[in-house]
Nanobody, 123 residues
Framework: VQLQASGGGLVQPGGSLRLSCTASGRTFSRYTVAWFRQAPGGEREFVTTITRGVPRTYSADSVKGRFTISRDNAKNTVYLQMNSLQPEDTAMYYC?????????????????WGQGTVVTVSS
């Protein structure tokens, strides 16, 4: 599967963005999908994931209540709605997918990655 992340940009603190991760192929519903982020000079950090099958979501404490992950399997797309953005959310955001995995916050467990989209939160 090939993943394409989009929707990043520049936003003021307190603002919102919606990222999209669109996949090729016809069996996207069979993949668990996650968002990770990496700030300049930092390590890749788990943000949130949505499982394959009956979807369940898991999120990092730092984004709970602000970020929401969802999926539309008919469109082969996973969304990340980000509200109340803060400067510390500034990073390159990557989507990742795996067909065997149910859910994990470990980036090494995901086989497929998109190219990333940049989110900058600044006034």
């Amino acid at each position: 599967v090939q993943l394409q992340a989009s929707g990043g940009g520049l936003v003021q603190p307190g603002g919102s963005l919606r990222l999209s991760c669109t996949a090729s192929g016809r069996t996207f519903s069979r993949y668990t999908v996650a968002w990770f982020r990496q700030a300049p000079g930092g390590e890749r950090e788990f943000v949130t994931t949505i499982t394959r099958g009956v979807p369940r979501t898991y999120s990092a404490d730092s984004v709970k209540g602000r970020f929401t992950i969802s999926r539309d399997n008919a469109k082969n797309t996973v969304y990340l709605q980000m509200n109340s953005l803060q400067p510390e959310d500034t990073a390159m955001y990557y989507c990742a997918a795996d067909q065997q995995l149910y859910a994990s916050s470990d980036p090494l467990k995901y086989d497929y990655w998109g190219q990333g989209t940049v989110v900058t939160v600044s006034s």
